[in-house]
């Protein structure tokens, strides 16, 4: 077996930190396991050369017996047979005995085995149930979601179309009331223009006639007024 965080006490003596961690606890004394030197404070120092020593041992290759080994108990060396329902964790027939477990419940391991399938199993059972609800909640919620999508499509379809018919109706008729207000506009100031050209015609004629007796009130030469006077008379 290998050391496992290997220390050295100040004996010189060498342990695995938890075995010899736990020995104390129990004892409640600071003791060497193997000498009985008692100590006075828990001074635990790494032995890193036996650290280094295990780590390599622990790369070697192992025989076929070897591994087939059954795992054992670290503190006592034992194999573990039993299951200690109390604290949930594999111990030996020495354990069992021990003050640590005293008034536990135990269970061989393969009968704890069984015990702890059959409850993975009805877990299992009732997650595969829940998983296949919420499968089944899932695909109703995006067969909803699909159908919301598709009917606001159809309807932003339904609305652009029909406001596409409106603007072209509202623009046929912008364009008919343009139109016909172009038409009543001829129709009012074509009478009007020629009524203004007329006014002009006969505005013109007036100053032409104002021009001709400004000219004859200008005349300085009473002979040449008096004919042109005589002369506007008969017209």
Known sequence: DFFTDPVILKCGHNFCRSCITQSWEKKEINSCPECGEVFPERNLRVNQALTNLTKKARKLKLGPKEKKSKPHCEEHQEDLKLFCETDKKLICLICRDSREHREHRFLPINEAVEIYKDQLKSSLDSLTERKSAALQTEL??????????EQASSLQTHITSEFTKMHQILTEKEQRLLRD???????????MERNL????????????????LQEQMEQKDERIFLKEEACRKRR
């Open 181 to 191: 207000l172009r038409e009543e506009e001829e129709r009012v100031v074509e009478p």
């Open 197 to 212: 050209r007329e006014i002009q015609e006969n505005l013109n004629s007036i100053e032409e006639e104002l021009s001709k």
């Open 140 to 149: 109703t919620q995006k067969r909803k979601i699909s159908e919301v999508r």
